[in-house]
Every structure is written in structure tokens, then in C-alpha cells.
């Protein structure tokens, strides 16, 4: 028995008390009732979800793979609900906030003050192949300097879900987007990551989704029959009826899209759509100082008619960038009356101004900015700009023309039947190459008296997705003609030659 004024028992019986006090600290969020309920998940999520929810703090990197479709999202939002259940801080972000369910991108993550991130404790980040290698290294430089370690992120736990086979990251110099890719960043750190693979379902359209992510043929691969006479539109028109429906004096079904690889093509097809709504056009001219700037250029007027499909190109009221809208009709003062199509305030009725105008914070400033088109006609829509959303019907326009690692699979993935994908090519959809992995061509002889400019290109990028063309060979001034060798060179998914 402990004698009641011993100064040696008085210290055995306060550091009892103390790790008595921290194991019941420890085992407290264990004992918590589940705050969210946890969504049903298949036997690979069940595994990847458990692996990581048991080995968090000692194995804190781990990247989750898979094709589009299999529930790569949804995997990360059971993750969050669990983690939360915990009582340990989440953060889920995304490249946009359209990816997200916080709305938080990954941008305002690293943005955030050094003590939110302090608190946090497991970050997961979807839709990385969109991220730029230096941005998810000026993440982890950040978090190291505000954890003061120097392992990967400064040792937080932090959940990638990826699918290189997508189109590589946008960046303003085209020519480094190759090293720029994200993927980059996870084989630098192979040491440190915990590769989870989600398994591509056992049905046609899933597994020829992902043979076309992975194939080195000639040809779009074709083992189930799934590229049939009844997959393929004669014209633009036909892409217009199975997405939107006969349009004219209807309302157009909403839960499509038409795909284009170009910027050109969206608008060509834009101009086909609205070509087809009947109604009032409401054509809004820029604006200064109240005075409309009379101009010849497209990029100065926006025509909308009733029921014309819209997106926003400026954040509104707790709605994304990107977010697409059902224009009903206009306030010419000032507002644009539309209903909102995508995402959890989907049926609900805003108004968005008609000239954006952010003013500034304090008297003592003057800087303000104008938006004055703070919308844009989205019945098409750029492959780019897909990625990381799905929807109910899928037309692509001019498929043969993507330029680009990823984009036939980018295109071709964003819905999950075959019954709702519509292709239109202008040459024969045989020809069009697969994304295919890295390779490396050698040259075509040219004779002494040829030229590189003769080459049937067409032809031979028919075969091979041919990124690069780079000519060996000299060129002599007097007779201006080019001999020797053309090396064809693919450059994709990070490798360099």
C-alpha cells in the first residue's frame, strides 16, 4: 500500500495517472460514434480503403490507380468519411474545384496559412495527372517547411488518385509538358509511395476502354465489336440529335455533351447548335463606363438565346468555374436568369451578373477589374476540359484530329456505355492511332534528291501517334534540297529521348 505522504509514491501515482490520461486520450476517437455514414464499397476499394485507414502514419504516401470509371473518386470521399470518423482533420482537394466535393483546389491549399495546414492531417488530391510537377512540389516543399521534416510532404499523410493515361497537364510553355507531367514527381519518390491498383471491371466496354488507354496497334482495338456501324455518326448533325435531342422550340436534354480536340472545333459547334434554337436572341456588346464599345470582333458581343447552355467562367455564389448553366432569359440591366445543370445545386434558379465588376477592398486602392462576358456558350466542350467529369451522353466531333498523348482515351471515357457515345470522324475510324506508350521510330531513308517536305505524313501518322519530326540532315543553300534521315520520336507520359 502506498504511504499516503512518501514523495516517492506521490510521483509513481502521478505518472500512472498521466499515462492513464493518455491512453484514455489515444483510444478516445475509436470510442467516438460514426459522425458520417461510410458509402458501400467493392472488394478493391474495401482493401485499398483498409490497407490505408490501418498504415496511415508509418506509410503515409500512397497513389491509387486505375482507368476511368472505376470509382477513384468515390474511393477518396469514403476515405475522407472515414478519416473524419476518426476525428482527424481532411483535407479533399482537387485541380478544380469542379473535382472537388469541398469546392477547395489544390491551388488554395497551398495558398492556405501556415497554421490550417499545421492542423491538418490527411490530404487527398484527386485528379492529379492534370497537376503540374512543380506544383506538387511547391506543395510538399510547403508542408515540409511547416512541419519542419523533410520527408515527402512533411510526413502527412497524403492520398494521390491517378490515371496517366489522360491528357498531360496544361502549362504555358507547350514544349515542357511532357516534363511537366505529375507522374514525374510520384517516380521521383518511389521509394516513400504505396501503389494501390483498382482492377478494371469484367465487362466489354471497360476492358476495351482500357486496351485503347494502353494499345500499341495500328488501329483502334476492336476484340468485342464495340466500334460497330451504330457507334459511328455521319455528321455533325446526327452528333447534335442523340446528345441535345431535335432542339428548335424544345429544351435540350442536359446531361450530354459534344467533345472536341480543338477550340475551333467547340465553337463550329456551338454555332451548329444555336443555329438550331428558335427564340429571341439576346446579343450583349462590352461595356465601359455604361457606353458599349462598338467593335467587329466576335470576342466583343455574346448571343444567347432561351435555353441555351452556358458555363461559367467566373466563380458565382458558391458555383465553380466550368459549371454549366441553362440560360432562361436576361434582365438587360443587368442580370442573366439561368438554372443550374451540374453538381449539388443542380434545379436551382441564380442570376448572374451581367458585367462582373470586382471592386476594391479600401478606399485607399484603386486597382479594379472588368469580366464582361462572365459566361460562354458551352453546347461543345475541349477534350482538355473534360477530364474528371462524366456524363450521361458523350459525342465526340472529329476524333481523327486529336493531336495529343491521351486524348482519344480522354474523349472516349467520359461516359460508361457504349450506347452512350457517339463518334464522328472524317476519315475512316480505323486510322485513327491509339494512345500509345512511349516509342521511338527509326528514320525513313530519303534519297539524295528528295525532300522532307514530300513525305505523306498523313500517312504515316495514321500508324503511329507522331508527336516530333525532327530532320537530321543538313540543308545545302545553292540547291536547296534536304538528304539523309527523318527520325520519327514520340515523346509521352514522361519519357524523354
Known amino acids: 500500500m502506498p504511504c499516503e505522504h512518501c514523495p516517492h509514491c506521490k510521483e509513481e501515482a502521478r505518472k500512472a495517472a498521466a499515462e492513464a490520461k493518455k491512453n484514455t486520450t489515444t483510444l478516445q476517437p475509436a470510442l467516438l460514434p460514426a459522425q458520417e455514414q461510410i458509402p458501400q464499397l467493392n472488394e478493391d476499394q474495401s482493401q485499398i480503403a483498409l490497407e ?12 491509387i490507380d486505375g482507368i476511368a470509371g472505376v470509382g477513384k473518386t468515390y474511393l477518396l470521399v469514403a476515405l475522407a468519411k472515414l478519416f473524419r470518423n476518426a476525428s482527424l482533420h481532411v483535407e479533399h482537394v482537387s485541380y478544380s474545384a469542379l473535382g472537388s466535393p469541398s469546392g477547395t483546389t489544390i491551388h488554395t ?10 492542423k491538418i492531417d490527411v490530404i487527398l488530391i484527386d485528379n492529379v495527372n492534370r497537376i503540374l510537377k512543380d506544383t506538387m512540389v511547391e506543395l510538399s516543399d510547403k508542408l515540409r517547411s511547416v512541419m519542419h521534416n523533410q520527408s515527402p510532404f512533411g510526413g502527412k499523410c497524403v492520398v494521390l488518385a491517378v490515371d496517366f493515361g489522360l491528357c498531360l497537364p496544361f502549362c504555358e510553355d507547350l514544349n515542357r509538358r511532357t516534363s511537366q507531367s505529375s507522374r514525374l514527381f510520384v517516380l521521383d519518390h518511389t521509394d516513400h509511395v504505396n501503389r494501390h491498383f483498382l482492377s478494371t471491371p469484367d465487362n466489354p466496354w471497360s476492358q476495351w476502354v482500357d486496351k485503347v488507354r494502353t494499345s500499341v496497334r495500328e ?4 476484340p468485342e465489336g464495340l466500334l460497330t456501324t451504330n457507334l459511328l455518326a455521319a455528321d455533325l448533325d446526327s452528333l447534335v440529335n442523340f446528345v441535345y435531342g431535335k432542339l428548335y422550340d424544345t429544351e435540350p436534354s442536359c446531361i450530354g455533351t459534344i467533345l472536341g480536340p480543338r477550340k475551333c472545333h467547340v465553337d463550329e459547334i456551338n454555332r451548329e447548335v444555336m443555329k438550331r434554337l428558335k427564340g429571341p436572341e439576346d446579343e450583349f456588346e462590352a461595356q465601359f463606363d455604361g457606353n458599349i464599345i462598338r467593335s467587329d470582333l466576335d470576342l466583343h458581343t455574346i448571343t ?12 458565382h455564389k458558391g ?10 432569359e436576361s434582365d438587360r440591366n443587368r442580370f442573366l436568369i439561368c438554372r443550374v445543370i451540374d453538381g449539388p445545386h443542380a434545379g436551382d434558379e441564380i442570376e448572374v451578373e451581367r458585367v462582373a465588376r470586382n471592386i476594391a477592398a479600401s478606399p485607399h486602392e484603386s486597382h479594379q477589374w472588368v469580366k464582361q462576358f462572365p459566361v460562354t456558350v458551352a ?49 475512316k475510324l480505323a486510322h485513327v492511332p491509339a494512345s500509345d506508350p512511349p516509342i521511338f521510330l527509326s528514320g525513313v531513308n530519303l534519297s539524295e534528291n528528295a525532300s522532307l517536305e514530300s513525305l505523306d505524313y498523313r500517312k504515316l501518322t495514321s500508324t503511329w501517334q507522331v508527336d516530333i519530326i525532327v530532320c537530321t540532315s543538313k540543308v545545302k543553300k545553292k540547291r536547296k534540297k534536304r538528304k539523309g534521315k527523318a527520325v520519327f520520336v514520340s515523346m509521352q507520359r514522361g519519357e524523354t529521348i
Open 319 to 328: 458555383l465553380p468555374i466550368g459549371t454549366r448553366l441553362l440560360f432562361i
Open 109 to 118: 491549399l497551398i495558398r492556405s496559412p501556415y497554421e490550417v495546414l499545421q
Open 52 to 63: 490505408i485507414t490501418n498504415t496511415w502514419r508509418h506509410k503515409p504516401f500512397h497513389v
Open 304 to 315: 444567347l438565346k432561351p435555353n441555351t447552355i452556358i458555363s461559367l467562367e467566373l466563380a
Open 219 to 222: 488501329v483502334l482495338p476492336d
Open 379 to 427: 453546347f461543345g466542350m475541349s477534350i482538355h476540359s473534360a477530364q474528371g467529369r462524366r456524363f450521361g451522353k458523350v459525342g465526340v466531333y472529329k476524333l481523327s484530329e486529336c493531336y495529343e498523348h491521351g486524348m482519344i482515351y480522354s474523349a472516349l471515357s467520359r461516359t460508361d456505355s457504349s450506347y452512350r457515345l457517339r463518334v464522328f470522324s472524317e476519315d
